[in-house]
């Protein structure tokens, strides 16, 4: 296992370094740059602020010196407003995942909770009416779920205020950001259950008189499981680094609407920063999934 997990290491920071790769090349690649778009800059300061932050380099040159920045810890300084990125991130991660860690949670514990419901009550009218609500939350986008909440709950009923920084209001962000991934659970558990509960181990289980209840929990949804956290692990990853359209939608400050600012301003370091923490929270989160698996299931091995 721990040669595994030296593995997963390894190949996570080749990871990152091509992806960090691939950012910096793409978005020296597109036509202007970071101070193209100031209010018509003299020639002479264009050069000098490109001089002080490298710009005035050949790209590969100017990749070589930022990931040598980057390995000594520093993720360099805003092109737009000169503060630290570390500072940026710093202060604004904490409310991403505050955000989707709500998320994930709810998808998580109410898809389990509705997959096995629906799967125990197969065919009935409880069933049926999960897949129908399942269904609709698939088939609703983020962004659009997220804007009806916003404009009836917020403008028509006024039962949630929007969102500010002095008074955050998480729980419409929250339902938007978790329907899709709890529905899609939903649909993945109670396949799962279903399959589970027609193996040979379930029907031994209740041929020895064991508890309903202690098939269902011990047997059928341990193993059940297995395909969710396969899931699970991605959408985690998904939720945290993708929540920028319900964040902007909610006008929410997180790490997301920073990065869609970033690409709007051809924020080259701003830019980088939030690639590669985000490549990594992708890489960290993946790798943890993968351990959990072992936890869950002995018999898996980790080659």
Not at 298 to 303: C, E, G, S, T, V
Request: proline share 5%; glycine share 8%.
């Amino acid at each position: 296992m721990y040669r595994y997990v030296i593995k997963r290491v390894l190949l996570a920071i080749l990871t990152v370094f091509i992806v960090s790769a691939i950012t910096f090349f793409g978005m020296n690649a597109i036509p202007g740059g970071p101070f193209s778009s100031e209010k018509a800059p003299s020639a002479e300061v264009k050069a000098a602020l490109e001089a002080r932050y490298n710009l005035d380099k050949p790209v590969p040159e100017q990749f070589v010196i930022y990931m040598g920045n980057f390995l000594r810890g520093d993720l360099g300084v805003s092109l737009k407003t000169g503060r630290n990125i570390s500072t940026v991130i710093g202060e604004s991660f904490p409310i991403s995942a505050r955000l989707g860690g709500c998320a994930v949670l709810l998808a998580a514990f109410t898809g389990l909770v509705l997959g096995s419901i629906a799967a125990l009550k197969r065919n009935s009218i409880i069933d049926r009416i999960i897949i129908f609500f399942t269904t609709f939350a698939t088939a609703a986008p983020s962004f659009v779920l997220g804007t009806i909440l916003l404009y009836v709950f917020c403008i028509k009923l006024g039962w949630a205020p929007v969102w500010s920084p002095d008074n955050p209001h998480y729980v419409l962000p929250i339902i938007a950001l978790s329907m899709y991934p709890m529905a899609y659970i939903t649909r993945l558990t109670k396949t799962s259950m279903l399959d589970a509960l027609g193996q040979d181990y379930v029907r031994t289980a209740n041929a020895k008189g064991v508890s309903g209840v202690k098939v269902i929990f011990k047997h059928a949804l341990r193993n059940a499981v297995i395909p969710v956290i396969t899931y699970v692990g991605p959408m985690t990853a998904y939720i945290l680094t993708g929540s920028l359209v319900i964040e902007n939608i909610f006008t929410i400050g997180g790490l997301g609407s920073k990065f869609v600012d970033s690409i709007t301003n051809r924020d080259y370091t701003l830019i980088m920063g939030t690639t590669i923490f985000l490549a990594t929270l992708m890489v960290t989160v993946n790798l943890i999934t993968d351990l959990i698996y072992k936890v869950v299931d002995p018999r898996i091995k980790l080659d």
